[in-house]
């Protein structure tokens, strides 16, 4: 099971109307829609009676307590029962199969599984396996998916730049590589960002050792120079140096990886006046981005934040309600 | 403190209709009443007022994921409060005894307590010294009782076969020595087993080395051959095989084990055609069960564990509510 | 930032109102009606609609499950979404600075945080950094305050022994040099015991590497001579003794200490006929305090264990409701 688990993932056998595996298959008018009402629930509306009843599970075979929290709090905000379990410190899975935890908590009336794995295409192998009713959320797989966290940031580009992305050049910056994130938000850009005959513009920017060499950046304009990358832009959005990167030999030293890709707000000035960072935490300051940035009045990584608890709800409504 | 609760602990000392400690006195017309009340929640009934106010806590010196989410879905249905101490890995235990912490937490206004504790008769000698208007609930201790383990299997086994079980034949295979599993089971199967005039036929099987050499066993049927052993029974309830078995060197291999006790389909042709099998969980999968077993149309493993939640709920309302 | 937090922090520019830091700048008033309330609570009262949609999140940067359950249940009986973060053991932390976590948790829309920290000093820091309209309540930082278990001794002296601390003798005995419980008792005594022209007399007494050499003790009669600073008084203070401080060389041996400053029955019969006990939790049994004396008639410790409840609801609804 587990290695098949790691196997790409046969996606066309998941319902994607049932689950939030990836953002790649999701039409443009469900990624509004699920916006609008994101935007709703950012605005301080709760829905405390729509989940009432309904217990949802979150599943993390890879610890991550920053999104745990993210996903129980907009599962509270719905009035739903919520659980935890830490699969990666849990004694008790003793050898049992993901699948088979999925389907014992499932046969516990859990209707609704928020799933974290380090292996690609895991969350998508297991919603392959659960039951007629139960919903699974991909809150990260391996590198590739983390639909939440690009939903979230593309409700918090158009709260920045107004919803027609089509006018705008984005940035991303770093390790794209392994990063779930980046490929989360490049296929939501993608899919917002044409309109009125004209398309956005998007551009990527990393040392070579950690950018994609399949089509993954396909249509983007890819460089090295950060500086010359962030002329004019509207959005930069910067991912997180991983420090396993400098054992795995991809990056010679956090000091370099500073002078060449930390965003400094002499750098940013490069961009458009008006332009925004996000970057989706923990940040490693001083190595890609400075507190100036982090904390100054262009950054809006806390407002990443707070719409992640929107996004969050958005989806457990959308998928478990009624 | 310590030295005493792995001691035997004087049932008498326990008053049997405030806690649910195991399930040996439980009188047939209590554990009738609990099972119908348990067909109710697992129709699919919740109770969200009925322990409204009440807090309860799991108190595990034991880990076990699995088991503290059924209780907590269940309490959640009921309406409880619901608190986790995990002693096992608390640092704040700092060298206090079970009995302080359970004292402290009980001053704290908490009225339920779900404990597993590694000792034979913990848990009866930590009822011994809660107060009045404090409940314990066993959810397993040592190789003692597992007691809504055991209720859980009788439900499963009466929605199979009926309510009468005095015609049955039930096989236990495997670790019965070590299991506390094997033990609630077996008084159930006893205060349930009678009527009529006749008595269920209750077989066990498993390698010498591994069932128990006291009276637990009076009136069953032992045998070391599981293919005879499995000749025209109604259900198999096979226990797990602990890996530490084989350090003790109780069992010689997985591999031997499993060509001795593991349940295959082809062994399973050897029971009554419309025989059920069921298993505690987790699985060893190619151990003691295999794949086709497990998931095939006689497996009742995740049926269990849906009933599960459903006889938690009956427990905790019935020790708990007003 | 972690280092500045380890600094005494700026008591100045945290707005009192807004959280609870420490007991040294609470005026006698709010004292009293927090303990007003908290009686209110301690009574049985529950208000569950008092927080209903509040969000409150546990922040522990050193481990403490019996003071975060006393605050979950505190919140809970206040109709709060409670929510944990573990930063002691959190891997997601992933280098992140206290204040980020701080910082991200409220973003998603955590009004209280209930902050425990080894720093002197730590929480000050936080609260100084956190948003308008986020309350922190210190649940302990290094040796500075807990303020909290003040509270609640206070409220258990209260109902021990009246209103009026001016006529009482108390005395705190044991490790009060790196007791942050011994100094939030301090200044409660002393705010709450003057009146009509008398004055608490407050008595100190521990192994003099164990006292404090600052002027945390001022106006406090000190003595190293356990039996004679126990005549008369009408309320003992147990602390707890870490066991580093055997490692530290501060004290020799547990039975040395037993014999110095252990609280046994004989000892305690110099103190007054009504006297009465209090102990923080958990208590080392055999070394600072014997059974027969935490067990007995005149320890309160139970009592301060359900008080810690009553208490915190009280400081929950205070600094978050409305």
Redesign the interface.
Known sequence: MNQDLSAPAPHAAVDASRHLIGLQEMPRARMEALLDRAQHFADGH?E?RALA?V?V?TLFFE????TR??F??AA??LGA?V?S??AST????????AC?TL????????RGFIVRHKDDGAVAGLAAEAGEGTCLINAGDGRSAHPTQGLLDMLTLRQAKGADFSRLKVLIVGDVKHSRVARSDLHALRTLGTGEGRSIEIRVCGPQALLPDDDTLHGCAVSQDFDAALEGVDAVMMLRLQ?ERMEDGLVASLEDYHRDYGLTLARLARADADAVVLHP?????GVEITDAVADGPQSLV??Q??N??AVRMAVLESLLKG
Do not use: H, W, Y
């Not at 849990?90 to 199969?97: D, F, L, P, V």
């Open positions: 709760d405390r009843g217990a599970c610890p991550s307590t920053r929290l993210s129980q709090l509270q905000r029962d659980l379990f830490d849990s004694s008790t899975s003793k050898g049992e199969t088979d389907k014992t908590i499932e046969a516990m009336g859990v420090r935490g923990p940040m490693n300051r806390l407002r934040v707070a992640g608890v």
